[in-house]
């Protein structure tokens, strides 16, 4: 059955640091995003994307943040200097309409 | 904007009780609602989903019923099981026409059952 997978699954970097995120979708999905759970709080809706660009971001999508999906397959998020309240669990998902499929999640800590 | 209310956890529960959570909803337009799972350590897993009013979502003994008078899309399961614990979001995907089918999730609730 096909997944959407993310790496690294856990990330550690200090304040200040360039961290990315990578996920790979599911290969027929037309539709990614990008969400986050900060420890003990809900999932949070970061960025979506479709037709190779943003169809939607949040107001925690800062200027900080920036995704690419550089080749087809891979879809990245990138935080140029990251934060310590950057420090969370950042789920990819993949659709085709409404339903989405979610990667196993990346947990970045913040130092 | 839109949004999605949870019953606040923790549940705790016996092996083979009924299972009840509450969810409700505020959106504009006709959202789709989901049921997601979470089991310790892993990612989010779609449990069950309904697109239109009266529709009724059921995956694995678990069921919601898309209640627009209420707006509600409550989560029940007649007989929960050990492998059931872990915590439940609610969420719904407003498509407004526009390219794009985010999710709002609820804060989820921690579900625990006892053997």
């Known amino acids: 059955e096909p997944e959407v997978t993310q790496t690294p699954s856990h990330q550690v970097t200090q304040m200040g640091q360039e961290v990315i995120l990578r996920c790979v979708p599911i290969?027929?999905?037309?539709?990614f995003y990008w969400y986050r759970q900060i420890l003990g709080q809900k999932v949070e809706f970061l960025v979506s994307?479709?037709?190779?660009?943003?169809?939607?971001k949040s107001e925690i999508f800062d200027d900080q943040f920036s995704v690419e999906r550089p080749d087809g397959s891979n879809f990245t998020l990138k935080i140029r200097s990251t934060k310590l309240e950057d420090s969370a669990m950042y789920f990819c998902?993949?659709?085709?309409?409404?339903?989405?499929?979610f990667g196993p999640g990346t947990r970045l800590t913040v130092l | 904007g839109d949004s999605v209310t949870q019953m606040e956890g923790p549940v705790t529960l016996s092996e083979e009780a009924f299972l009840t959570i509450n969810c409700t909803y505020t959106?504009?337009?006709?959202?789709?609602l989901f049921w997601y799972v979470q089991y310790p350590g892993e990612g989010l897993q779609l449990l069950l989903k309904?697109?239109?009013?009266?529709d009724k979502g059921s995956n694995k003994g678990f069921e919601a019923t898309y209640r627009k008078e209420t707006t509600s899309f409550h989560l029940e399961k007649g007989s929960v099981q050990v492998s059931d614990s872990a915590v439940y979001f609610c969420?719904?995907?407003?498509?407004?026409?526009?390219?794009?089918?985010?999710?709002?999730f609820g804060k989820g609730t921690l579900l625990t059952v006892n053997p």
């Open positions: 998902a993949s659709s085709l309409r409404d339903e989405q499929f």
């Open positions: 290969s027929n999905h037309l539709y």
């Open positions: 994307f479709y037709n190779n660009e943003i169809s939607e």
């Open positions: 959106a504009t337009g006709y959202p789709s």
């Open positions: 309904a697109t239109k009013a009266d």
């Open positions: 969420a719904l995907s407003a498509h407004s026409g526009g390219s794009n089918y985010k999710l709002t």
